[in-house]
C-alpha cells in the first residue's frame, strides 16, 4: 500500500504590477512558505485576500501548491 506524506505547502500571490508597451499585464508574486497540513483552502483564501488589501496592486490569484512523499 502507498503512504502519502505531507512535507510541505505554499501559498503564491500573484500582483498585476503594470502593463508593457504593447498594454499585456506585467505580473508580480509573493510566496509564502512553511505552511502546514491543517489549513484549510478557505482560510488561505481569506487570508491572501487580507494580505492583497495591505497591497497596492490588484490581486490576481492565489495559487497553493502542495509537496508530498510517497512512500
Known sequence: MTKVNFVGATVRLK???GQNA???PLFTTKTY???NSSHKAEDL???ANAIASLSS???DS???QETT???
Do not use: C, F, G, T
Open 33 to 35: 512558505r512553511n505552511l
Open 69 to 71: 512523499d510517497l512512500s
Open 62 to 64: 492565489i495559487v497553493k
Open 57 to 59: 496592486h490588484a490581486l
Open 15 to 17: 500582483y498585476v504590477a
Open 22 to 24: 504593447q498594454n499585456e
Open 45 to 47: 483564501v481569506a487570508v
